[in-house]
């Protein structure tokens, strides 16, 4: 099975997603596309244990970040006269954390595996509404939004306590709001990086997150007019 989404903006979840795959005895490879770039893979139990011809498995590898295509390969790695029992059809895909496997899943009718997708990221640093005039709200008003930059947000939750860590903005359109982080927008063969800073921000590693530019320029300006 694979699936390609490279010139989307969208990317699979390396946080919410986990290879799966059922059958048995069988041998899966994940590659990032279908002739190179190897993932990882996993074997599958044997057909002859507890007599059964097909279990549900995870493959227990790390799904790499940015990752926009992939493609799964099922290899037969037992001889067939090795057992009696007819074998069942198989699988193996990227597939949802929390979709509910049971042992008797039933492939014969499934066309679909559900997966999830990533079209953002979360990037750590402080940030306001009131840094842009371009500000957005959902009909409710619970969230907020301003545009840093073309694919940069400044984005917020209102305080229904009252208290707001955010300045207020004009009109109080931004008023009482706060758990305000920036979130980077992917965009088609641009994948959104911990530290894809907005402008006028820079990446602090050691606090691994961005933080605005100190302007040094114009404190040496003003120092120089003062001698």
């Known amino acids: 099975m694979s699936l390609n989404l490279t010139g989307t903006r969208f990317y699979y979840s390396n946080f919410n997603n986990i290879f799966w795959s059922s059958g048995c005895g069988n041998l899966i490879t994940i590659f990032g596309n279908e002739t190179d770039n190897l993932i990882g893979g996993c074997l599958q ?10 279990s549900i498995v995870g ?13 799964a390969n099922m290899s037969d790695m037992v001889d067939p006269s090795d057992y009696r029992r007819k074998r069942s059809c198989g699988f193996a895909s990227l597939m949802s954390y929390n979709f ?30 009131n840094d842009s005039s371009d500000t957005s709200c959902t009909v409710d008003g619970e969230y907020c939004w301003s545009r ?13 306590d009252g208290i707001s860590y955010s300045r207020s903005c004009k ?24 530290n894809s800073c907005p402008p006028h921000y820079e990446y602090n590693s050691l606090r691994f997150r961005c933080k605005r530019k100190t302007q040094t320029q114009n404190t040496r300006n003003l120092k120089s007019i003062i001698v």
């Open 45 to 54: 139990s044997s057909c002859r244990i507890n007599n059964k011809t097909s």
């Open 59 to 71: 493959c227990l590898l790390t799904i790499p970040t940015g990752l926009s295509s992939f493609f």
């Open 100 to 129: 509910n496997f049971t042992d008797d899943f039933d492939l014969s009718n499934r066309t679909h595996a559900p997966t999830q997708l990533q079209w953002g990221t979360l990037i750590y640093g402080e940030c306001y509404l």
């Open 148 to 160: 840093m930059s073309s694919n940069h947000l400044c984005s917020c939750k209102r305080d229904f």
């Open 171 to 194: 009109g109080g359109r931004c008023d009482n709001y706060k758990y305000c982080n920036i979130l980077c927008l992917n965009t088609p063969n641009n994948y959104c990086w911990p």
